[in-house]
């Protein structure tokens, strides 16, 4: 399988500019600033604000949103930890809306059920590089006046309805953290098309600190963190950013072809795709497997049985709505000063999530960078499924 990260000398040559200019933050250097245009041409938003995680992209939208104690956010639970920490780290309440099993997105159908007054915001993960039914999320958010901040730290190029991604909400947000099919190890960004809301991302993620030069002054008036992206990450994003649509095209044409090759295996289910998602990224393969067609081998065994014949997945994600560590949050002391006790014991009932607890058990992940080799390697992940198969009777019992 292809190695990941790619590069060459246009990263090195990148990385050597900055070191040799000195000027190694974007207080003083032009490389972030170059990175956040270059990205709003290609997203076709109006703003961008590089971050230093995709996890700071998501709190610095809650934080200039206004999100706090009190507040009720809306997220799935199928993504990873990051969603629900930002949501935690304000001191609002997370309240989960189950898994639409066919696709792995938010079930939009749940979604009314869980808004109450106190809905301050939605944060809709774009999992795995496709696109979460937006069609729908902006009705509803429409309706009730709650913004909504896209989660698309794994959607790079992906488009509904042959727009970007990330550009819909009151803000999109990107992750380039290592795994991620753009990436600089760790970075971020956040996308907007509201000036106002781009002025209070940008003091949100500068402790606070207004853009003094901007339209918009807020020294004084709000607090915040620092979240700011360096120069190095920048010069590295640019140099693989000239990558990425070609890589982008490889991993469609070869998740196309594994698609028509696995969905005729049984039990073997791949995810679909919302007739709207005109363009996936494929930050993996998602595919449920189905033990019953397998004689019965667990998920983990035939794993390891696809390992053996070299191709490594992941198992997903475990339900973010029963970690222990959501709980323990919920029982801090500052929750408990925020919230009263039955309000928290009734969340647990309301966050419950059974097609998400399914899914969990059937889900596997074949990573991006696998798709970025030659036609044939499909071909051969899809005959070493057939072969543990074909012999599953076997190992189910090894
Ligand atoms: C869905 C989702 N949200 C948020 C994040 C957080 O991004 P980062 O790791 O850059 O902080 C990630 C990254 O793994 C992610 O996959």
């Not at 999109?172 to 795994?179: I, M």
């Not at 500068?206 to 120069?231: H, V």
Request: proline share 4%.
């Amino acid at each position: 399988m292809p190695s990941w990260p790619v590069f060459d000398q246009k990263e090195e040559q990148a990385l050597i500019e900055v070191v040799r200019s000195g000027s190694w933050y974007r207080g003083s250097g032009k490389t972030v600033s170059r990175f956040e245009e270059s990205y709003a041409r290609l997203t076709g938003a109006k703003y961008c604000l590089g971050t230093s995680s995709g996890t700071g992209a998501l709190q610095t939208s809650l934080g200039a949103l206004g999100v706090g104690p009190g507040d009720e956010v809306i997220l799935p639970p199928y993504t990873f930890v990051a969603t629900l920490n930002v949501i935690l780290m304000m001191h609002a309440l997370p309240v989960f809306v189950d898994t639409d099993l066919d696709t792995w997105q938010i079930d939009v159908r749940k979604i009314e059920a869980a808004i109450t007054p106190r809905t301050k915001a939605m944060i809709p993960v774009h999992l795995g590089g496709a696109v979460a039914d937006l069609d729908a999320i902006m009705r509803i958010a429409g309706k009730h006046k709650i913004p909504v901040v896209e989660d698309t730290c794994q959607s790079h190029l992906s488009e509904w309805r042959n727009r970007k991604a990330g550009t819909y909400g009151a803000t999109g947000c990107f992750s380039f953290q290592a795994s991620k099919n753009l990436n600089c190890g760790e970075g971020g960004a956040v996308l907007t098309n509201d000036e106002e809301l781009y002025e209070r991302c940008f003091a949100f993620h500068w402790n606070g600190s207004g853009r003094r030069k901007g339209r918009i002054d807020l020294t004084d008036t709000m607090s915040g963190t620092k979240f700011l992206m360096t120069e190095f990450q920048a010069a590295i994003l640019l140099s693989q950013m000239t990558r990425l649509e070609e890589q982008a095209r490889t991993r469609e044409q070869n998740a196309q072809y594994l698609t028509s090759l696995l969905r005729e295996i049984p039990g073997i289910v791949p995810a679909r795709m919302y007739d709207g998602c005109t363009r996936n990224a494929y930050h993996g393969f998602l595919f449920r497997y189905q033990k019953e067609k397998f004689a019965g081998m667990p998920k983990g065994r035939f794993q390891k049985a696809l390992s053996a014949e070299g191709f490594g997945t992941s198992a997903g994600y475990t339900p973010l709505n029963k970690r222990g560590y959501l709980k323990q949050a919920l029982n801090s002391r500052g929750f408990q000063k925020i919230y009263a006790a039955d309000e928290v014991a009734r969340l647990a009932e309301r966050n419950a999530c059974p097609a998400n607890d399914r899914l969990c058990e059937e889900a596997i992940w074949v990573m991006q960078s696998s798709l970025l080799g030659a036609r044939g390697d499909m071909d051969q992940i899809a005959q070493a499924i057939l072969k543990i198969q074909k012999y599953a009777g076997e190992l189910a019992k090894a």
